[in-house]
């Protein structure tokens, strides 16, 4: 009997119907698989020892072999009498064939622990609810798998092995009987469930490489930034290429070049580099392709598709194909969210391709003060896992503050043994910022003023208040720009173009109005800030908007904070907001060096003063809460839901619905075609969600928004007013100010 290891696929075509793609056997998969992994060991293979390689390899070679059960064979074979009844997983059935006498024998090297991450990677290779006891899997192998298997493999002897799940390093059923394994030990398991997944997935999307263009021989972009940069490099960005075997922490003022210092560590590597929002991960993408001409780089965050489409020029085939490799990390450099990396600290199935692929990779953590007690927490307990497996890491940050150190060492990250640290601050010559605080709101005619003469910025804590000043200076017969979360994609793409367009035409003037989302890693450059008071972390990125070369006048104030309480407790920790705020009072009216702003962060973020807040509890509670989990408590997509904390649903205002509800029911229509190509299905999907925003519920569900969905789609309409015209407008307006604390 023929074994196959998949149905045939069938792809709608404009002249010819539908066309049969032919299946593939299962003995041509498994050969498939175990070549992509030899090729891949061929380029990156130093990364890795033999027992690690070999390992993988086994398990390529082994992971579908379950696929050999009648049962299966009929869903993937027409010419086989169908069955009344389900399958068992295969890779259930995989992992039982194998045998734990035979392994320890052909292996030497190898111990009974490595036989147990052998088999739980192939057990475990997908993510299928394991519900079978051990009579039932018995029973199923004695009926439909024994006899197929044993043709298949050409080996009468072969036995099943139920006692194997008892050798799993864990099981969804039996978890209290379980020990929980050790962290060497897991992570060994992560490395090869992961490699195995990237490398199956590979072959099954039809590709040969799970790598693509691999720069550590010609180095490309290195050679590109040595060349626009002619070899005059800046302190950082030597420290950066003196230290490129080392694991980094490196603190330098805006200005001073971080971005090529961090590419240029990594020195041809397989590399990451990680931003805390996606208009910075967008910006940061964009400034690598385009100022130093490296095409193969890739874009992943939750909408990135339409970077891969505009890429390809209206090839949807080329653009899907594209994404899917990011998908994978096929990509030399990826530029990315931290939740694409991350989740893998959940110990979710299907989240260790994330950790297995940065154990031969180098990752760039940009600016790690920006985000919340919780993705901290799981960056630093992320960091101490790749440090065991045998990855890389450099942050590279404006300022670092000490309570992160601290975590860093409870983790067992230690300054000068697992990492180097530097701080160019005290280095930095020009001091761009001078402060003024005033105690109340935003005065609408000094920024009215300044914007006439000036490039002005002002940052708001929440998009209802963005929104208010945004119409205040209207009326003051301004034409100002405002850009926030609350415009659906589409618009929202425009207004950060038109943003960064006019940031660098240096004979503009006026003002742009903003929320938070501008504060990390774009390249804007204003002459004046004004900005809501926030916590010292925020407050220093959002300077870092302003002035940035340090060449414009500073005798007078050009950054203005304004002491309202705005977002304290809500957006903010109201703890840190406080004490940013009672230590800022000591630099009014003063011209602030880089080394007077690590002064006031590290004052800030004393661990001794925080230890009492939530902030520091926060952290604290959940790095231990990652020490204790348990595998496989959480699922790929819950790991994603914990790691971002954002309870959101995706709404399209009536506005937009009714605009282009022809186009909506077009999409409908083709996403209900069955055998769509899903280049086509993605680029449908990607085309919808131009149309839409995503909210925040976390506090409850707002007022005039739909609870059902759009037919087939996890779309809210709401009947809440839209403003847009095409070049301006204020985005989503809400009925009740009180609302606001829904849509941060």
């Known amino acids: 009997m023929e074994y196959y290891a998949k149905s045939p696929v069938f792809v709608p075509t404009v002249n010819q119907g539908e066309c049969a793609i032919e299946h593939k056997t299962l003995k041509a998969h498994l050969e498939d698989t175990v070549r992509c992994a030899e090729k891949f060991f061929q380029q990156y293979g130093s990364y890795f020892n033999e027992k690690e390689k070999k390992l993988v390899l086994d398990a390529c070679r082994l992971h579908d072999i379950g696929k050999a059960n009648y049962i299966f064979q009929t869903k993937v074979n027409p010419a086989l009498e169908k069955a009344n009844r389900d399958q068992i997983p295969h890779g259930f059935l995989s992992a039982v064939i194998l045998s734990r006498k035979a392994f320890l024998k052909e292996n030497p090297q190898c111990m009974p622990e490595d036989f147990s991450v052998l088999l ?241 990779s180098k990752i760039i953590i940009d600016e790690i003060q920006s985000y919340s007690p919780r993705v901290v927490a799981a960056l630093i307990f992320g960091l101490s896992e790749i440090k065991r497996m045998g990855g890389k890491f450099a942050i590279i940050t404006a300022t670092f503050p000490p309570v992160l150190q601290y975590f860093m060492k409870k983790s067992g990250l230690l300054q000068d043994k697992d990492y180097i640290w530097h701080d160019f601050s005290e280095g930095a010559a020009v001091s761009r910022h001078r402060l003024k605080i005033v105690d109340g709101d935003f005065s609408i005619e000094e920024i009215a003023e300044g914007a006439r003469i000036k490039k002005v910025l002002v940052i708001c804590n929440t998009v209802s208040k963005a929104q208010s000043i945004y119409k205040e200076l209207r009326d003051e017969g301004l034409e100002p720009g405002l850009l926030h979360s609350r415009f659906i994609r589409a618009h929202r793409n425009i207004l950060e173009k038109k943003m960064m367009e006019f940031s660098a035409d240096e004979a503009d003037t006026g003002v742009w109005v903003t929320t938070q989302i501008v504060e990390a890693s774009l390249d804007i450059d204003f002459d004046i800030l004004h900005t809501e008071m926030c916590t010292a972390d925020s407050l220093l990125q959002r300077m870092g908007r302003c002035n940035r070369a340090g060449k414009k006048d500073t005798t007078v104030p050009n950054i203005v904070v304004y002491n309202n309480g705005s977002g304290r407790g809500t957006v903010y920790d109201k703890d840190i907001y406080d004490r940013s705020m009672d230590l800022l009072q000591k630099k009014q009216g003063k011209l602030l060096s880089e080394s007077d702003k690590i002064t006031y962060i590290n004052a800030v973020y004393d661990v001794e003063q925080l230890k009492r807040t939530k902030y520091f509890q926060q952290i604290e509670k959940n790095i231990d809460c990652f020490h204790e989990l348990w595998p496989a408590e959480y699922d790929a997509a819950e790991a994603q839901e914990e790691f971002r904390a954002i309870q959101s649903i995706t709404v399209i205002p009536d506005a937009v619905y009714n605009e282009n509800l022809e186009e909506i029911e077009k999409i409908k229509e083709l996403l209900s075609t069955p055998y769509i190509d899903k280049g086509i299905r993605k680029l449908q999907k990607t085309r919808l969600a131009d149309m839409t925003l995503s909210l925040n519920t976390c506090y409850g569900f707002p007022d005039n928004i739909d609870r059902d969905t759009i037919g087939m789609f996890d779309i809210h309409r709401t009947g809440l007013q839209y403003d847009f015209d095409g070049y301006t407008g204020l985005g989503l307006l809400l009925d009740k100010v009180e609302d606001e604390v829904i849509f941060l």
């Open 120 to 360: 739980t990677a192939i057990y475990y290779h997908h993510a299928r609810q394991d519900v079978y006891n051990d009579a039932e899997l018995k029973a199923y192998c004695d009926q439909f798998y024994l006899e197929y298997v044993r043709e298949y493999l050409h080996n009468e002897e072969a036995v099943i092995h139920i006692s194997n799940r008892n050798a799993l390093l864990f099981s969804e059923q039996k978890k209290n009987n379980y020990v929980r394994p050790d962290e060497d030990i897991w992570c060994e398991y992560m490395l090869i469930k992961g490699l195995l997944n990237k490398f199956d997935w590979t072959v099954s999307a039809g590709d040969e490489d799970a790598e693509m263009a691999a720069d550590i021989v010609e180095k490309k972009l290195c050679r590109n930034i040595e060349e626009k940069w002619a070899g005059k490099f800046r302190p950082a960005q030597k420290f950066m290429m003196e230290n490129r075997d080392n694991n980094v922490v490196m603190i330098a003022p805006t200005g001073s070049g971080k971005t090529e210092a961090a590419l240029l560590w990594l020195h041809g590597e397989k590399g990451f580099y990680t931003l805390p929002l996606k208009v910075s991960s967008n910006a940061i993408y964009k400034r690598i392709r385009e100022n130093y001409q490296y095409e193969d780089v890739a874009l992943l965050h939750s909408d990135s598709m339409n970077r891969y489409l505009e890429a390809a020029e209206g090839d949807i085939e080329s653009g899907y194909r594209h994404y899917e490799q990011a998908k994978r990390f096929s990509y030399p450099l990826t530029v990315c969210t931290v939740d694409q990396l991350f989740r893998f600290v959940y110990k979710a199935l299907g989240t260790e391709i994330f950790a297995a692929t940065l154990k031969y």
